[in-house]
């Protein structure tokens, strides 16, 4: 593989990364934070990039395929979270969250599409959220909303991009063990646990584990789905 990640510096992002390199692929990191000193692989290139920034998605996305020698992988975990409710947000919060998760997820996907399509494959894993399913978790509206509109997004970008060969499919994680979370009230995460059948909170190589099989030829007859890795928190 030669695949592009983001959010690569921490979570389902670094846990994927690890993933990837140990399996021999190429492998560049977006992620708004810089790469530790000296921690970068051989086969690792970290690029700094601003979701919310359309520029600056498509100057990393280029970087990326340029120093990969073309990109046939996306796996897509950067987001912006905010707890605020529906009663404490402003247009400005609103935006920012927005302009990330949903209007930078779309400019990320094309600009790497484009590149798929004019090798007639590749694999695009985005990332959703099991708080839409179940209207919020610990986040507020506007991120229930903007990830509400990636999965709309992985049917869109599913339905015009199978004809090129170019598969696009969605993971929803549940509550899982990540710096995002860390923050979270000791009380809701008790709370999440007590409803998850399987008990606990999942793990970010679980996530990445079924973000890698999405992105693999193991799943190379898969597109357009939305595959729900939660510990049975919310079966669709």
């Given at each position: 593989m030669r695949a592009i990640v983001t959010g690569a510096t921490s979570g389902i992002g670094l846990a994927c990364r690890s993933q990837l390199l140990q399996s021999g692929a190429r492998v560049a990191g977006l992620d708004i934070r810089p790469e530790p000193s000296g921690s970068e692989a051989t086969d690792y290139r970290h690029i700094v990039f601003d979701l919310a920034s359309v520029d600056s998605v498509r100057r990393a996305v280029d970087e990326a395929d340029e120093w990969l020698g073309g990109v046939n992988v996306l796996l897509h975990f950067a987001a912006i979270w905010t707890p605020l409710r529906w009663d404490d947000i402003d247009e400005a919060e609103w935006s920012r969250v927005c302009e990330?998760?949903?209007?930078?997820?779309?400019f990320l996907s094309?600009?790497?599409?484009?590149?798929m399509v004019a090798s007639r494959s590749g694999s695009i894993v985005l990332t959703g959220s099991d708080s839409v399913n179940m209207g919020g978790v610990a986040g507020g509206a506007a991120y229930v909303a903007s990830?509400?509109?990636v999965i709309a997004l992985t049917r869109a970008l599913?339905?015009?991009?199978?004809?090129?060969?170019?598969?696009?499919n969605a993971i929803n994680p549940g509550v899982i063990d990540t710096p995002m979370t860390a923050g979270w009230r000791p009380e809701v995460k008790q709370e999440v646990t007590r409803q998850t059948p399987l008990g606990r909170l999942g793990t970010p190589d679980e996530v990445a584990s079924v973000a890698m099989f999405l992105a693999s030829d193991a799943a190379r007859f898969v597109t357009g789905e939305v595959v729900e890795v939660n510990g049975g928190f919310y079966f669709g």
């Open positions: 990330a998760n949903l209007r930078g997820t779309f094309q600009a790497v599409a484009r590149r990830k509400g509109g599913a339905r015009a991009l199978a004809p090129h060969g170019v598969r696009v």
